[in-house]
């Protein structure tokens, strides 16, 4: 019985499921109070959130003591504070936005000209518009902007305090326009991206360690006012760990629309918030304003292998063996998914979404579904061959 119980209570400790999730855990952490005595780096308190007036930071910064101090104070802020900082006037010189802006429109007229371009992951069809791969569209578009534009000293301090040096800039653009709904609350990349039946397969260590994979943040394009619906945010709740399943639950949906909060932000200000803080875009409630913000995913250094592998080769030569093992019983169907699943890439991302949307669901078919799918369907070793070069071609940009 004794064994029993202690198998229970490890299985537990490292196997979170969305049936343990607790409202009360919960909140007991979601209503701490920022304190301003604790940042003093920080220019003051508003609603829970650290606002950083930019000029102290660069301030500050400009010699090593105070740089190493002002990186470790926001690295705080993102981990055990608030999770959600700004950065007011992050951008003096707002000609840079401008012109980005004017980048940003041309080519969200070209998609609705083609017909093409992304949807959100987290809203309804037709709510905004959304440039995926806005980085390298940017660079391709005006090169001397784009080098004006991630210059920017806020942007590479916040990054390297949450994710140290060589990290990583993607960056995705989102307009919402008059009339477009919220999204609903979520967490992000890489959990939050995945169904529950998908992230109770992580142990717990797993759940801890996805949001110091990445670092969220967004440009002001525009001033936005309440009513064209800044994002909302829940500070304090990136710190429960279960987090990415307790937000499947109606319960936690529910507190997050009773307690999140709103700030307005002026153009040039930026904001960064730890990727497992409880968030969504606001309903964009004004009749002429057009909410423009340029979406920073920034990732790790270490979100990458030791080796170069040649996956889509490997699936190649791989699929008629694994075929022939199948029908001859040599191979079991669980030691088949274990071949695959040392063989074939089995992640969604990196893609280009443009060309790889999410079709029902969060996440695009990985290499290792597409071989499954293949191996059940008795495919050709043609047809595999080709769809696995169509699969890769989509993730190209």
């Not at 490292?14 to 220019?43: H, I, M, N, Q």
């Not at 920034?298 to 979100?303: E, L, T, W, Y």
Request: net charge negative.
């Amino acid at each position: 019985m004794k064994t029993d119980n202690l198998q229970k209570q490890r299985a537990d400790r490292v196997w979170l499921t969305e049936d343990a999730c607790d409202l009360g855990d919960f909140r007991a952490l979601a209503e701490k109070t920022t304190s301003l005595s604790d940042y003093p780096t920080a220019d003051r308190v508003e609603k829970n959130v650290l606002i950083y007036d930019s000029r102290k930071v660069l301030a500050d910064i400009a010699i090593p003591q105070g740089r190493r101090a002002v990186l470790a104070e926001i690295c705080e802020a993102f981990g055990e504070g608030p999770g959600v900082v700004v950065f007011k006037r992050a951008y003096e010189d707002l000609s840079v936005i401008d012109r980005a802006s004017a980048i940003f429109d041309d080519i969200i007229e070209q998609q609705h000209r083609t017909a093409t371009g992304g949807g959100d992951h987290f809203a309804k069809p037709g709510a905004n518009d959304r440039i995926w791969n806005s980085l390298e569209k940017h660079c391709l578009a005006d090169p001397e902007n784009f080098a004006e534009y991630y210059g920017n000293a806020i942007i590479a301090i916040a990054s390297e305090a949450w994710l140290g040096p060589s990290y990583q800039m993607t960056a995705q653009v989102n307009r919402v326009n008059p009339g477009g709904a919220a999204q609903s609350a979520h967490r992000d990349y890489h959990l939050g991206f995945q169904s529950s039946k998908v992230i109770e397969q992580f142990p717990a260590h797993v759940h801890r360690l996805s949001p110091v994979l990445t670092l969220q943040g967004a440009v002001a394009h525009c001033d936005m006012p309440l009513e064209s619906g800044p994002t909302l945010f829940l500070p304090h709740s990136q710190t429960y760990v279960p987090g990415y399943l307790a937000l499947k639950r109606q319960e936690f949906r529910d507190y997050f629309d009773r307690n999140h909060i709103q700030l307005p932000l002026e153009k040039g200000d930026v904001v960064f918030f730890n990727p497992a803080l409880f968030h969504a875009a606001g309903n964009n409630r004004s009749a002429d304003i057009k909410r423009v913000a340029n979406l920073l995913q920034v990732s790790s250094a270490f979100g990458r292998a030791m080796e170069t592998v040649n996956r889509e080769r490997m699936s190649v030569r791989l699929f008629p063996a694994l075929k022939a093992l199948k029908s001859a019983g040599k191979l079991s169907e669980t030691e088949v998914s274990n071949a695959i699943a040392a063989c074939a890439e089995g992640y969604s991302f990196p893609t280009n979404l443009d060309r790889d949307p999410p079709l029902g669901g969060l996440a695009p078919k990985t290499q290792a579904q597409l071989m499954h799918e293949a191996l059940q369907e008795s495919w050709s070793d043609e047809a595999f061959t080709k769809a696995l070069a169509e699969q890769a071609e989509k993730k190209l940009t």
